[in-house]
């Protein structure tokens, strides 16, 4: 009978399966996230299992790459992709995609501003004419978003002139 192989022996023995390994599981975790950071961090791991197929033994230059690598990727490639990705069209960034959605007030909105409460999340607010004041519990709709500060106005009323 041939003797049986151990596991940890033979990855030990193959570095390159243990940063392939590596890669695959940033792979499968950038599509969950896709945010474009992980699958740079897998290409460094690629970059560490080829430079473990030419030096198996030396760990720290493994290690090296791998991080010269993925750095590179996260600060040259990674600008470039998402920059592209906004100009693509339809891309409508989190904020845009609030525009017209429904919230409401938590914190009475007037000309000092408030508080909604739109998808679970609690933003400031001010009303979309300054003279307009907006009741805590009256249901909401988000008519623009001004950088941090959601533009509100009541959701059953007739939109006010600007």
Do not use: C
């Amino acid at each position: 009978m041939a003797p049986m192989i151990n596991l940890t022996d033979w990855l030990g023995d193959n570095p390159w399966a243990l940063w392939l390994s590596l890669a695959a599981l940033l792979g499968v975790a950038e599509i969950i996230s896709l945010d474009l950071v992980l699958i740079m961090i897998a290409a460094g791991a690629v970059g560490g299992a080829v430079t473990a197929l030419i030096a198996p033994g030396l760990w720290g230059l493994q290690i090296v790459v791998a991080v010269a690598v993925s750095v590179g990727m996260l600060f040259l490639l990674r600008p470039t992709l998402m920059k592209r990705i906004h100009q693509m069209p339809g891309y409508r960034s989190s904020t845009d995609k609030m525009v017209g959605s429904s919230g409401v007030v938590t914190a009475e909105i007037g000309a000092s501003g408030g508080e909604v409460k739109v998808d679970g999340l609690t933003w400031t607010a001010r009303p979309y004419t300054p003279d307009l004041v907006i009741e805590e519990g009256t249901e909401i709709e988000v008519y623009e978003v001004d950088g941090a500060i959601a533009v509100v106005y009541p959701k059953y009323g007739e939109l006010p002139s600007p």
